[in-house]
């Protein structure tokens, strides 16, 4: 599962996972490592093969939950529209129904790739597409914790992992790209941090997670790469070369699962890159990229770029 020698790859069997926001990027990544690792995982999005979202792309939730399947676990597609609370009441009674538990949460919920426009002050930012970009990426979270947490709960051990975008520390320091983007990322590791209080009395465990730079499908789709090639894009844009996959952050997903003193690290902002030092996991080129601290000591310092210790 892309561990290396002396650590232990993940076993997950017999525990349900939701990754709500799996179609496509990194909750796809996680959702096939949580199946690597042998877990029943219920991936959500809007897109399916009948009906796609306003990204308007192949990628279903289909797709998803067979990619899951062939990885080891049991894949279930759900389609559903986390801003739509009856939607998200609806599959929590389901996996209640069909599971009688959930033992990880993963609130991957996104979908404003179009919608914020970089280094744009708020004043000269379409006010639409930026409060469009606030419900996307913050109420969602909260609909899906409202109603899928009940269920956590239930058992000792439950996780949620926030998906988001830079460390705790990092965004504290920069401007990330836009208000609204900016507000929303932040938002999402804030979020972690207050799920953590709310959730330990009943011994559950919550961190925000960010992937370094992503070579999701639409990542690669922008540079006219593909996970094969990748690195033909390092011409153009020489950083690229600290870049991960999907399944990076998948696995580390995968490792806080399966860790059994998961709870140690309520309430963290963790990486990929931080993650796959401590558990032992790598990408699927067999590196390790570090791509928070590369972006800090290499690429905002103005370095040349050059990965060397940082993969």
């Not at 892309?2 to 796809?28: C, H, I, N, W």
């Not at 690597?36 to 998803?64: H, L, M, N």
């Not at 920069?174 to 009943?202: I, T």
Request: charged letters at 25%; glycine letters at 10%; one cysteine or more.
């Amino acid at each position: 599962m892309g561990f290396m020698p002396g650590t232990s790859a993940p076993d997950l069997r017999g525990r349900t996972a939701l990754v709500a926001g799996a179609t496509r990027g990194a909750g796809r990544g996680i959702a096939v490592q949580l199946g690597a690792a042998g877990a029943t995982v219920y991936v959500t999005g809007r897109t399916t093969r009948e009906r796609r979202s306003e990204y308007d792309r192949p990628e279903t939730i289909e797709e998803t939950a067979e990619l899951v399947t062939a990885a080891g676990g049991t894949g279930i597609a759900v389609p559903t529209d986390h801003l739509v609370p009856e939607q998200v009441r609806a599959l929590a009674g389901r996996i209640d129904a069909e599971q009688g538990r959930l033992d990880v949460l993963v609130n991957d919920i996104w979908g404003g790739e179009k919608l914020f426009a970089f280094d744009t002050p708020v004043w000269e930012h379409d006010l639409d597409d930026g409060l469009r970009l606030l419900r996307l990426g913050v109420e969602t979270h909260a609909i899906t914790s409202h109603f899928l947490l009940p269920l956590l709960i239930r058992r000792p051990g439950g996780l949620v992992v926030e998906m988001t975008d830079g460390t705790a520390a990092y965004n504290t320091a920069h401007y990330r790209n836009s208000y609204f983007y900016d507000l929303v990322k932040n938002s999402v590791v804030r979020m972690a941090f207050v799920l953590a209080h709310e959730l330990e009395p009943h011994e559950g465990t919550a961190v925000a997670l960010t992937p370094g730079w992503l070579r999701s499908e639409m990542m690669l789709d922008a540079f006219g790469v593909t996970e094969d090639n990748w690195r033909d894009a390092l011409a153009a844009v020489p950083h690229f070369g600290i870049s991960e996959s999907p399944a990076y952050v998948g696995r580390a997903v995968a490792a806080l699962a399966g860790d059994a003193d998961v709870a140690r690290r309520n309430g963290a902002s963790l990486s990929s890159g931080q993650l796959a030092r401590e558990y032992g996991f790598t990408d699927l080129d067999g590196s390790r990229p570090d791509c928070w601290r590369y972006l800090v000591e290499v690429a905002d310092a103005d370095g040349p770029a050059d990965t060397t210790g940082y993969r």
